[in-house]
């Protein structure tokens, strides 16, 4: 198992620009969710999905869109960057939303 | 709503000194309760979890004991390596519905030779 992945590992954008944060899992979990995390913040929840076709709003959820027409797919779209989205983005996923979750590697956004 | 707090860091330690790291909860019901670690350049992994209260939850010499009474999952190890250098983050996860980890803001840990 590959577990969970994230493409692209670093990724410059400049304002206004459009992009989408690829994740993957081939674990068969039914349950993924997006971090942003930024220093002295921790991990905040972006989206999460507890299965195909079904998506819900995290923390901070303005400024991304989330689909999931898979149940191995989860990617997060950012429509018109901005610099305050200059974070490093964690997929994670579980069997089930209880479970334990596992993460990505993640990937480093810089928005100029 | 829920939430989790841990000591503000950074906590630098010499190699085979005891480590703490606090960690206590808010929440209803009866959460589970996670300790993971990121190392340097990587994604988090679970380092050990406790279900349900006075469980002990363990993995590579660190202990964490759930206790409802306080309201803590303090984070324990007798003798630190310079390979436990790490960002440390308490999470709570409520057993009940679809609902997310929450993470606490993480405490970084260096651990000198």
């Known amino acids: 198992n590959a577990g969970v992945t994230q493409t692209p590992k670093f990724q410059v954008l400049k304002t206004g620009q459009s992009m989408t944060l690829q994740c993957a899992q081939d674990m068969n979990h039914e349950y993924m969710s997006w971090y942003r995390q930024d220093p002295g913040m921790g991990l905040r929840l972006i989206h999460y999905s507890v299965g195909a076709g079904i998506t819900d709003q995290g923390e901070v959820p303005n400024g991304y869109n989330v689909s999931r027409s898979t149940t191995e797919d989860f990617p997060l779209r950012l429509l018109s960057a901005a610099p305050s989205q200059t974070s490093v983005y964690f997929c994670?996923?579980?069997?089930?939303?209880?479970?334990?979750?596992?993460f990505g590697p993640g990937t480093r956004l810089l928005v100029l | 709503g829920d939430s989790v707090t841990q000591m503000e860091g950074p906590v630098t330690l010499s190699e085979e000194a005891f480590l703490t790291i606090n960690c206590t909860y808010t929440?209803?019901?009866?959460?589970?309760l996670f300790w993971y670690v990121q190392y340097p350049g990587e994604g988090l992994q679970l380092l050990l979890k406790?279900?349900?209260?006075?469980d002990k939850g363990s993995n590579k010499g660190f202990e964490a004991t759930y206790r409802k009474e306080t309201t803590s999952f303090h984070l324990e190890k007798g003798s630190v390596q310079v390979s436990d250098s790490a960002v440390y983050f308490c999470?709570?996860?409520?057993?009940?519905?679809?609902?997310?980890?929450?993470f606490g803001k993480g405490t970084r840990l260096s651990v000198i030779a």
């Open positions: 406790a279900t349900k209260a006075d």
């Open positions: 999470a709570l996860n409520r057993n009940s519905g679809n609902t997310p980890l929450v």
């Open positions: 994670a996923s579980s069997l089930q939303d209880q479970e334990t979750q596992y």
């Open positions: 929440a209803t019901g009866y959460p589970s």
